[in-house]
């Protein structure tokens, strides 16, 4: 129809997405097979560049659709809606996995603890999402939040023997959600004795870090659709300790002043 001819025009039949290897890239390029969408390319570049680019649009109210997921601190800023997904393209609600390398749990047993006691809301982790978006350094946010969330930090500490500066590296990807996850749970093993490194790597070596060991764990394994690939690649190298967060999101993502509302409307 014509409001989705002056759509093509504005976003010049792209949609903007993030890193390359992201399992959202992965899907997002299955949609566009799965509903036809020849016309339209999707442009790799990174998290921070397909933020900037909508904070861009949104200011000029111009349409622009970006792959996007949740938890996620634009839904709190901008005015967003997902594309309606009827093939199922993006998959389901998904969880957010910790893994961690083989040996930990002997080598350093306060430690896997607390990775494995780690669980929170989609919620909590929007709030520092929110609070880093705002300017925050990442280390202050996750200490504002865990001084403000001592009862949920206590259930992850539960019964874990206090560090005696032993190092713990974990590994993560520079989404937006992982920065959080990432820096609140270091935050943590910190308090509880441990030194920690943060080490921002890309979504492949963060899998094969934790697998060959030269990482001792990771809280951002998107399952089971989005690092489905990845994990099948390193399942046996390493350990799964199960969600630490329930009822994440995949998909297309426009402003809400954007009218279209599947998918189906890019034909
Ligand atoms: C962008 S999601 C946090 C993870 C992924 O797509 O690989």
Redesign the pocket.
Known sequence: NENMSEIAAATNHRIIG?EPG???MELTSTAIEEYDLDDWTLVEGSSAAMVAELQKAYNNEEPIIITG?TPHWMFSSFDLKYLEDPKGSFGGAEDIHTVVRKGLEKDVPGAYKILDQFTWEPSDMEEVMVDIANGTDPTDAAENWVNANEVKVAEWTKGAQSGNGEQIKLVFVA?D??IASTYVVGKVLQEHGYNVTLSQVE?GPMFAGVANGSADGMVGA?LPT??QEYYNTYKNDFQDLGRNLHGTK?GLVVPKYVEINSIEDLQ
Do not use: D, K, M
Request: no cysteine; aromatic share 24%; glycine share 8%.
């Open positions: 993030i992201a399992g959202l997921w989404w959600s992982e979504v998107w989005t690092h995949n």
